[in-house]
Protein backbone atom coordinates (compact mmCIF):
# COMPACT_ATOMS: atom_id res chain seq x y z
CA UNK A 1 0.00 0.00 0.00
CA UNK A 2 1.39 3.11 -0.82
CA UNK A 3 0.54 6.68 0.14
CA UNK A 4 1.04 10.34 0.24
CA UNK A 5 0.62 12.37 3.00
CA UNK A 6 0.53 16.49 3.25
CA UNK A 7 1.37 18.77 5.75
CA UNK A 8 1.98 22.54 5.99
CA UNK A 9 -1.38 23.98 5.37
CA UNK A 10 -3.25 27.12 7.23
CA UNK A 11 -4.16 30.15 7.21
CA UNK A 12 -1.91 32.77 6.52
CA UNK A 13 -2.35 36.71 5.07
CA UNK A 14 -1.90 37.99 2.03
CA UNK A 15 1.53 38.38 1.24
CA UNK A 16 2.55 35.80 3.63
CA UNK A 17 4.71 32.42 3.07
CA UNK A 18 3.94 28.69 3.86
CA UNK A 19 5.70 25.56 2.95
CA UNK A 20 3.85 22.38 2.07
CA UNK A 21 5.42 19.18 2.56
CA UNK A 22 4.95 16.01 1.10
CA UNK A 23 6.10 12.06 2.20
CA UNK A 24 5.61 9.01 -0.06
CA UNK A 25 5.87 5.71 2.08
CA UNK A 26 5.01 1.64 1.33
CA UNK A 27 6.27 -0.23 -1.20
CA UNK A 28 7.77 1.98 -4.00
CA UNK A 29 9.74 0.74 -6.65
CA UNK A 30 10.09 3.99 -8.50
CA UNK A 31 8.86 7.62 -8.33
CA UNK A 32 8.93 9.59 -11.31
CA UNK A 33 7.29 12.99 -11.27
CA UNK A 34 5.85 14.31 -8.14
CA UNK A 35 4.06 17.45 -8.00
CA UNK A 36 0.90 19.68 -6.10
CA UNK A 37 -2.38 20.24 -7.40
CA UNK A 38 -4.98 22.61 -5.86
CA UNK A 39 -8.69 22.98 -5.92
CA UNK A 40 -10.81 26.01 -4.55
CA UNK A 41 -14.46 25.86 -3.83
CA UNK A 42 -16.83 25.38 -7.59
CA UNK A 43 -13.29 25.35 -9.65
CA UNK A 44 -12.02 21.92 -11.53
CA UNK A 45 -8.40 20.97 -10.04
CA UNK A 46 -5.77 22.63 -11.40
CA UNK A 47 -2.33 21.60 -11.35
CA UNK A 48 -0.09 23.80 -9.62
CA UNK A 49 3.82 22.78 -9.85
CA UNK A 50 5.83 19.63 -10.62
CA UNK A 51 9.40 18.35 -10.39
CA UNK A 52 10.26 15.12 -12.08
CA UNK A 53 13.42 12.88 -11.07
CA UNK A 54 15.72 14.41 -12.73
CA UNK A 55 14.80 18.11 -11.29
CA UNK A 56 12.98 19.59 -13.70
CA UNK A 57 9.84 21.83 -12.44
CA UNK A 58 7.44 23.28 -14.13
CA UNK A 59 4.84 26.17 -12.63
CA UNK A 60 1.13 27.05 -12.99
CA UNK A 61 1.48 30.95 -14.81
CA UNK A 62 -0.42 32.04 -12.16
CA UNK A 63 2.58 30.97 -9.24
CA UNK A 64 5.39 31.27 -11.76
CA UNK A 65 7.76 33.58 -9.55
CA UNK A 66 5.91 33.37 -6.52
CA UNK A 67 6.15 29.43 -5.89
CA UNK A 68 8.97 26.80 -5.75
CA UNK A 69 9.32 23.03 -5.40
CA UNK A 70 11.72 20.87 -4.44
CA UNK A 71 11.95 17.10 -3.86
CA UNK A 72 14.61 14.75 -1.99
CA UNK A 73 14.61 11.56 -4.10
CA UNK A 74 16.12 9.41 -1.13
CA UNK A 75 13.41 10.78 1.39
CA UNK A 76 10.08 10.47 -0.97
CA UNK A 77 9.33 14.05 -0.53
CA UNK A 78 8.30 17.38 -2.28
CA UNK A 79 8.07 20.49 -0.62
CA UNK A 80 6.07 23.64 -2.24
CA UNK A 81 7.45 26.98 -0.84
CA UNK A 82 4.15 29.47 -1.48
CA UNK A 83 5.81 33.05 -1.02
CA UNK A 84 3.36 36.31 -1.73
CA UNK A 85 0.41 34.80 -1.03
CA UNK A 86 -2.83 36.40 -2.80
CA UNK A 87 -6.36 35.25 -2.08
CA UNK A 88 -6.82 33.73 -4.76
CA UNK A 89 -4.02 30.74 -3.61
CA UNK A 90 -6.83 29.78 -1.25
CA UNK A 91 -7.57 26.45 -2.17
CA UNK A 92 -7.23 22.75 -0.94
CA UNK A 93 -3.71 21.63 -2.06
CA UNK A 94 -3.46 17.81 -2.94
CA UNK A 95 0.12 15.88 -3.48
CA UNK A 96 0.55 13.67 -6.51
CA UNK A 97 2.95 11.30 -7.49
CA UNK A 98 3.43 9.24 -10.30
CA UNK A 99 5.14 5.56 -9.32
CA UNK A 100 5.17 2.21 -9.76
CA UNK A 101 4.89 0.35 -6.72
CA UNK A 102 6.91 -2.70 -5.71
CA UNK A 103 5.98 -6.24 -8.03
CA UNK A 104 3.64 -3.94 -10.01
CA UNK A 105 3.56 -3.92 -13.88
CA UNK A 106 2.36 -0.87 -14.10
CA UNK A 107 2.61 3.09 -13.30
CA UNK A 108 0.06 4.96 -12.18
CA UNK A 109 -1.05 7.86 -10.20
CA UNK A 110 -1.28 8.70 -6.22
CA UNK A 111 -2.77 11.63 -4.20
CA UNK A 112 -2.57 12.84 -0.81
CA UNK A 113 -5.50 13.68 1.44
CA UNK A 114 -5.38 17.58 1.09
CA UNK A 115 -4.45 20.01 3.00
CA UNK A 116 -6.21 23.19 3.18
CA UNK A 117 -4.59 26.81 2.47
CA UNK A 118 -6.29 29.75 3.18
CA UNK A 119 -5.10 33.39 2.29
CA UNK A 120 -6.76 36.71 4.11
CA UNK A 121 -6.79 39.70 2.61
Known amino acids: QVQLVESGGGLVQAGGSLRLSCAAS????????MGWYRQAPGKQRESVAA???????NFADSVQGRFTISRDGAKNTVHLQMNSLKPEDTAVYYC???????????????WGQGTQVTVSS
Open 26 to 33: GSIFRITT
Open 96 to 110: NARLRPIGAPDWGDV
Open 51 to 57: ITSAGNA
